[in-house]
Structures are given as C-alpha cells and as structure tokens.
C-alpha cells in the first residue's frame, strides 16, 4: 500500500515538472513562437551600412521611409538620384528618410566594391541619404528585409524585384503602404510622402 502511494506520488510530481518545463520552455516550432519571430513591420530588420555595420531599422521608428534598390551604372541613375536628393532635401527635416540599397543583380550595373559605390554616391551624385551595404534583393540569397517587402507589396507581374530604382514607401508605423515601378520618378511620389507626413 505504501509502495503504491510513492508511486503514485512519484507520477504526479513527474508529470508536473513535465508540464512546469513545457509551458516555461515552449518548443522552438510552437504556434506562439512562430508568430513572435514572424516580422510585422521593417523595424524587425537589422541591415548593414556602407561601411558594415549594423543598423537596426527601429532607428527609423515614427519617420516616413522610402527604400529603393539603387545602381550606379543604370539608364535611370542620373533621374532617380536628382529627384531622390530633391525629395531628401526637402522633406529630411520633416521626419523623411530614403534608404537606398545597392544591388548588382540587373545587367551587372551596380558592379563595384561597398567602398567604390560609396565614392561614386557621394562624389559623382552628392547623396547625402544613407547607402547601405550591397545586397541582393531576388533569389534564394534576397536579404530579409526584402523578402519582406516583397511578401508585403507584390508587384503587378509577380513579386521578384524587376529592375532597378524600385521603391518602397513606408509609414511612420513601418508598415509598407505602396510599391512603385522603376519608371515611377521619385517626384511622382512627393504627394504620397506629403500625406503621410501630414497623417498623425
């Protein structure tokens, strides 16, 4: 009789360290864990600058934000960096920002060193926005943050990335709001970035 009640004892006490460990140490495929590493807004992100190191897009938390994939050596170069510096100029004090990633992965037009595009960008088109690291955007080896963007504001033919100078525009809450074709001017944008600058 006794040696059953130690049993039994024994059971209970394992299985409640069983259940103690479960909920305190969820599996690493659990529903819930999915859903906190699954990323709702940029600010998830952590990218690489120019120069390699980490930026933590949360920096950007409360601005409006335009991403753009960007080439030193594209029929679009000359047009999207005037417009772009235009667009930085007036509106950077407002709470605007341009993120522009380099990417050689059209036509091989973006083909130099971090270093190299960072003295082109600076000297030959006078960008004052931040330049991040060079990143692809398509395929299996497209940083995160652009599957993300990707996954969030598909394009008309298909999700890939098309081209050069496509862009992204942002909200202050990091959440992608519209996509814009390469051929899109930056100016064409101004009255969307004026609204959501203007938006509480």
């Known amino acids: 009789m006794i040696l059953r009640r130690l049993t039994n004892w024994a059971s209970l006490a394992f299985l409640g360290i069983a259940l103690l460990l479960f909920y305190r140490y969820p599996s690493p495929s659990s529903p819930q864990q999915m859903a906190e590493e699954t990323p709702k807004t940029i600010y ?35 047009s999207n960096y005037k417009e772009l510096n235009i667009l930085y100029e007036k509106y950077k004090d407002q709470g605007f920002e341009i993120l522009a990633f380099p990417c050689n992965q059209f036509a091989w037009q973006e083909p130099g060193s971090n270093e190299q595009i960072q003295e082109t960008v600076c000297t030959m088109f006078k960008a004052e926005f931040p330049i991040f690291a060079k990143i692809e955007v398509n395929g299996k080896n497209a940083t995160p943050l652009y599957k993300f963007l990707k996954s969030e504001k598909g394009g008309i033919l298909g999700d890939g990335i098309k081209w050069n100078f496509t862009k992204f525009l942002v909200n202050k809450e990091g ?26």
Do not use: H, W
């Not at 950007?60 to 679009?76: D, F, R």
């Not at 959440?175 to 509480?200: C, H, W």
């Open 44 to 78: 998830d992100f952590i990218v690489k600058d120019i120069g390699g190191n980490d930026v933590p897009l949360s920096n950007y938390n409360g601005k409006v934000v335009m991403i753009v994939n960007v080439a030193s050596k594209c029929g679009l170069t000359q």
């Open 175 to 200: 959440k992608i709001v519209e996509r814009y074709s390469p051929r899109t001017s930056p100016l064409q944008i101004e009255k969307d970035i004026q609204n959501l600058l203007g938006a509480s």
